[in-house]
């Protein structure tokens, strides 16, 4: 080997500065990168195995008061009392066995009747904060569920009218949940039950045939079970229009396939503009071409768990529901022949069960917050296994204008369509205030605050703060033309209160995604969000990001941003809200 040039050697020496600064500052770009939480769980299981406690568990919790540290453990309580011992007293045991401060631990305090309390070092957020950067929108994607399915179903809405608002609440609570989903791995089947059997789409062609009689005699009787709203009147125009006055005698099949073809197409679109794409549109009508209805219903005979009374069919549910008090049986074929809705649902998810999904979730509205245990009961009557059904019971919304709530109905002549909503406070808006509350908790939207063009509009402020770091980004391409192409980054320099508390809660990311799609609550994400950006809203009116004078501070503090632009887009991403560069 030949004997090396001077700037060689300048050359090798600096590569060496700069790997011993990187492995000072744990960028771990050369092996498995660190989970603190992981970490920590560890050296807390040596402990107790230490002291003398048998396959422990450990929980860890992020403490509310900064104050209070990084990562708090309450495993001295949990276990104290099994071995004889004062918890405060074993939580400085433990404590003692964890042999602190290592290199990623500062130190640890006992709280209260024994809580402890960690303090992790600022190397490790510098480390994470090169990840955040490296990764960009894949921070905060989990593996958790790789090579699993799942199939979401929701709206569902029967195709007799618009989407109204009643609607959307839970059809943003499906996007917003589907993405979840898929953030933590899973593959996610979008599916909407087409619902066009039964009553409620004869009384759809009744009224059609009723605004189409109307144009030529104004005089004629409207059901008075009919569908009101102005797009009956437009079905019929249409068929006023192509057909004239021919219709007057015709079968009732033509008004309905009118108006559940208008009606189903009205639905897709609103779905469309709302950025909803579903990937199976599962028709009832099936259940009952494929024999499936029918098979169902002889099988509940077969085992005896249904019976005739009153000329119709009803189901055991007193004896399936063993644990709900005041369970009765339940009508499954009226004596008219028709089924009720229960029926063809137990068919629809046993349908769904043969498909082979790891994870089934439907999302109802609280009025169905009884009936689907009669549907999941059924099921297991008949020994399907329920356990990887879901169902999340959404509560209802009360829309404010002016101060006064605004009544909506499907068979009133004031409609106010999810597609008026969206024209009216735009996508994302309408997107994020549906989810913005835990789906179990009523909502009260105020259509006031929505359109609300400030950042006094829960939605606007946070993208302002994308929007913000965006515009702090171009700003710094012109100030520092090289900061693009910028090679090490001296994390060391973020040593300000507000840059640590910015950093510390860019790391949670990751587990904010598990957490909120442990218990499909996507608000949780919002909740998050809001807390990222007060953090970088204090980082930056207390710390010059951009100093001609002062390069590789502001490279570091830059980073920082762009950490928290990255967090902020992918957060809104699982929302499902848009990441303006500029507002």
Known sequence: MGIKSLNDLRTDINHIAIYKKEQRWGFFKKRKKLDIKQYVTDKFKNALGTLGVQEPSVILERPKDAAHGDVSCNAAMMYAKKLGR??????????????????????????????????????????????????????????????KTANLEWVSANPTGELHTGHGRQTALGKAIANLLEWTGYKVTREYYYNNAGKQMDNLAKSVYARYRQIFEPEYEFPEDGYAGDYVKEIAAILDKEHGD?????????????????????????????????????????????????????EFKKRGLSYEKDGAVWLKTSEL????????????????????????????????????????????????????????????????????????IHQMVTFVQDGKPVKMSKRA????????????????????????????????????????????????????????????????????????????????LLSSPEAIS???????????????????????????????????????????????????????????????????KNGFDIIGISAPERM
């Open 413 to 492: 002549d004031n409609v106010y369509t999810l597609n008026d909503l969206i024209e009216d406070i735009g996508v994302d808006v309408t997107q994020f205030f549906f989810v913005m509350r835990s789906a179990n908790t009523h909502l009260e939207f105020d259509i006031a605050l929505a359109r609300e063009q400030s950042d006094k509009n829960p939605v606007f402020y946070l993208q302002y703060a994308h929007a913000r770091i965006c515009s702090i980004l171009r700003n710094a391409a012109e100030v520092f033309s090289e900061y693009s192409s910028a090679g090490s980054i001296n994390y060391s």
């Open 86 to 147: 004062n918890p405060k007293d074993f939580a400085e045991a433990i404590i003692e066995q964890l042999a602190l401060p290592d290199e990623y631990i500062t130190k640890a305090t006992v709280a209260g009747p024994g809580f402890i309390n960690l303090f992790i070092a600022d190397k490790f957020y510098a480390a994470k904060l090169a990840e955040i950067n490296e990764l960009k929108g894949n921070f905060g994607r989990l593996n958790d569920n790789a090579g």
């Open 246 to 298: 021919a219709l007057i005698d015709a079968d009732d099949k033509i008004f309905r396939e009118a108006g559940e073809n208008w009606c189903f197409k009205s639905i897709r679109q609103t779905l469309h503009n709302f950025g909803i794409t579903h990937d199976i549109f599962f028709n009832e009508s099936s259940l009952y071409e494929s024999g499936k209805i029918t098979e169902t219903l002889e």
């Open 502 to 568: 910015l950093m510390k809660i860019l790391t949670v990311f990751p587990e904010t995604v598990a957490s909120a799609a442990a218990t499909y609550e996507p608000h949780k994400i919002i909740t998050y969000l809001n807390e990222v950006a007060e953090n970088y809203h204090r980082f930056y009116h207390n710390n010059r990001v951009i100093d001609a004078e002062a390069k590789e501070l502001s490279y570091a503090r830059l980073k920082l941003c762009e950490a928290a632009r990255i967090v902020l």
């Open 321 to 392: 529901l063993k644990n709900k008090k005041d369970a009765a049986d339940k009508v499954i074929v009226k004596a008219t022949g028709e089924p009720t809705y229960r029926l063809p649902d137990m068919a629809y998810h046993i349908d769904k069960v043969k498909r082979g999904y790891d994870l089934i979730i439907d999302i109802f509205g609280a009025d169905h917050g009884d009936t689907y245990k009669e549907v999941l009961a059924g099921m297991e009557g008949l020994g399907y296994d329920t356990s990887k059904i879901k169902v999340i």
